[in-house]
């Protein structure tokens, strides 16, 4: 069973670098058939798409977060990382890593997702 | 940018149908899925390509969808499918969550 799991500092001070990374088991990263995506919550609210990646290092990212994200992946080590720059309070949230099942027409879908990290902004 | 719309709160006594709308331009061309979050935990799919449903969610969870808009349907609610309701779909610009609807049973 494909198991996801997200790690990483859990407060960062406004105008520093997030950092998270998406450990993935039960399941090669490499697969031709997924992408593998972030995905936020800030608290109380609901969920924002932020980027996704496919193991040959293809990246798509959300327009709105595009000019502070980075989306990378090590097929070595079945990970792949997100990298948020410049935060401020407004990027606190839980961060999700999930799968990204590749449809026909661009219809993808996200299953199964990891347990989440809280991420806090703040000096 | 493109932009899912739902309810912000539907309410139901057990039992009952519950039915959460999503409404998107581009849900003519593309699939909508649902997504069940319940408190303190990570989002899970409960219905994909408009009106499939994953092995192991209950038979009375529905999907349908029309033009502009899709539907959840919950058939016989239960207290344990209070939750918030997350419709998603794609469009060209890339991958978009509707802003949730919360669900109560009681």
């Known amino acids: 069973q494909l198991q996801l799991q997200e790690s990483g500092p859990g407060l960062v001070k406004p105008s520093e670098t997030l950092s998270l990374t998406c450990t993935v088991s039960g399941g090669s990263i490499s697969s031709s058939s997924y992408y593998w995506g972030w995905i936020r919550q800030p608290p109380g609210k609901g969920l924002e798409w932020i980027g996704s990646i496919y193991y040959s290092g293809s990246t798509y990212y959300n327009p709105s977060l595009k000019s502070r994200v980075t989306i990378s992946v090590d097929t070595s080590k079945n990970q792949f990382s997100l990298k948020l720059s410049s935060v401020t309070a407004a990027d606190t949230a839980v961060y999700y890593c999930?799968?990204?099942?590749?449809?026909?027409?661009?219809?993808?879908?996200?299953?199964?997702w990891g347990q989440g990290t809280l991420v806090t902004v703040s000096s | 940018s493109y932009e899912l719309t739902q309810p912000p709160s539907v309410s139901v006594s057990p039992g009952q149908t519950a039915r959460i709308t999503c409404s998107g331009d581009a849900l003519p061309k593309k699939y909508a899925y649902w997504y069940q979050q319940k408190s303190g935990q990570a989002p899970v799919l409960v219905i994909y390509e408009d009106s499939k449903r994953p092995s192991g969610i209950p038979e009375r969870f529905s999907g349908s969808s029309s033009g502009t808009m899709a539907t959840l349907t919950i058939s016989g609610a239960q207290v344990e499918d209070e939750a918030d309701y997350y419709c998603?779909?794609?469009?060209?610009?890339?991958?978009?969550f509707g802003g949730g609807t919360k669900l109560t049973v009681l």
């Open positions: 998603y779909s794609t469009d060209s610009s890339g991958r978009v």
């Open positions: 999930a799968r990204e099942g590749i449809a026909v027409a661009g219809n993808n879908w996200f299953d199964p």
